[in-house]
C-alpha cells in the first residue's frame, strides 16, 4: 500500500532530462531541440555572461542563479539550450533538467535526487510567471535561497520570462494600493526575481540584426538565396506577422527551407 521507492536516475544516460511527477522520475531526452550558439544574433552580452556563468558552473566553481527576461521571440530558452549544448563538448558531467512550472511544488523532491551525485545539473524553468493566486512561486523562493537544507552546490536554476520581476504589474500595484501593509506585500512579491544572481535583458531586434538572423540559418543550413531577394521577402514576413524578432526569423527561414528543398536536421 506504500508507494514504490523512487529508483536512482541513470544520469549517463543522456544530456539533458525533464523532470517528471506522479510518480516521481527524470526522463532522459534523446536530443535536445536547441541550434548552434554562433547562430544566437543580437544577444552578445547576455551570451558571453551566461557562458562565463555557466563555465564557471561546470568546473565545480561558485555561479549564480540566473533570470533571462524580455521581449518575447528573442532567444531566451534558445540561449540557454545553446551554451548547454556549447559546454557539454569539455565538460559532459554538465546536465541539464527541465522543470515545468506547474510542477514547482515537487521541485525539492527533484533536488533530493540530484544531491551529491557528481554530476552537475542546471535546473531549467522556461517561460516562467505568476499569476495572481499562484502561490507556485513560493516553492522557488526556498529553492533559490533558502531552507535549512539550502540548493545544492551541483545545482543552479536558470529561468526565462517576458517579465523581470515574473509577476504582472497590475499584480504588484494592486498590492500597493489594497494591502494593509503595501511595502511589506510588494516585498514579498518582489523578493523572488531578487534571488537571481544574474539578470540578463533581452530587447526587440531592429531590422539589421534581423536580416542577420535568417542570413546565419541559410548559411549554416545551406540555403541558397541573395541578399536582394532574402531582404524583400524576409521585410514583408516581418511586415504580415507585425512584429520582428528571433522567432520570426527562424519562422520566416523554415518556410525559405521548404520551398528549397532543404531538410533541417
Request: contains cysteine; proline residues 5%; charged residues 25%.
Amino acid at each position: 500500500m506504500s508507494p514504490v521507492p523512487v529508483q536512482a536516475p541513470d544520469l549517463g544516460a543522456a544530456a539533458a532530462f525533464v523532470w517528471h511527477t506522479d510518480p516521481d522520475r527524470l526522463a532522459p531526452v534523446a536530443r535536445v531541440n536547441r541550434v548552434a550558439v554562433g547562430l544566437l544574433v543580437g544577444v552578445d552580452r547576455a551570451r558571453d555572461t551566461l557562458i562565463a556563468n555557466t563555465a564557471q558552473f561546470a568546473r565545480g566553481l561558485p555561479a549564480n542563479n540566473a533570470l533571462l527576461w524580455g521581449a518575447r521571440g528573442m532567444g531566451k530558452s534558445s540561449l540557454v539550450k545553446a551554451v548547454h549544448g556549447a559546454l557539454t563538448v569539455d565538460h559532459p558531467s554538465l546536465k541539464m533538467v527541465e522543470v515545468q512550472r506547474e510542477d514547482l511544488p515537487s521541485i525539492g523532491r527533484c533536488l533530493n535526487l540530484l544531491r551529491g551525485v557528481p554530476e552537475r545539473f542546471i535546473l531549467f524553468c522556461d517561460d516562467l510567471s505568476f499569476g495572481h493566486d499562484d502561490a507556485h512561486y513560493k516553492s522557488l523562493k526556498a529553492v533559490l535561497d533558502g531552507g535549512i537544507e539550502g540548493r545544492p552546490e551541483n545545482v543552479v536554476l536558470y529561468a526565462t520570462s517576458n517579465r523581470r520581476h515574473l509577476m504582472p504589474r497590475d499584480m504588484i500595484e494592486n498590492e500597493r494600493s489594497t494591502a494593509i501593509s503595501p511595502a511589506e506585500a510588494v516585498e514579498e512579491k518582489v523578493s523572488l526575481s531578487d534571488r537571481f544572481g544574474l539578470w540578463l535583458g533581452f530587447h526587440p531586434c531592429d531590422q539589421d540584426q534581423y536580416l542577420d538572423m535568417i542570413r546565419g540559418y541559410c548559411d549554416a543550413h545551406e540555403v541558397a538565396i541573395d541578399d536582394v531577394t532574402l531582404r524583400a521577402e524576409a521585410i514583408e514576413w516581418q511586415a504580415t506577422r507585425g512584429s520582428r524578432s528571433g522567432r520570426v526569423a527562424w519562422q520566416y527561414f523554415t518556410d525559405l527551407a521548404g520551398r528549397r528543398g532543404v531538410r533541417l536536421s
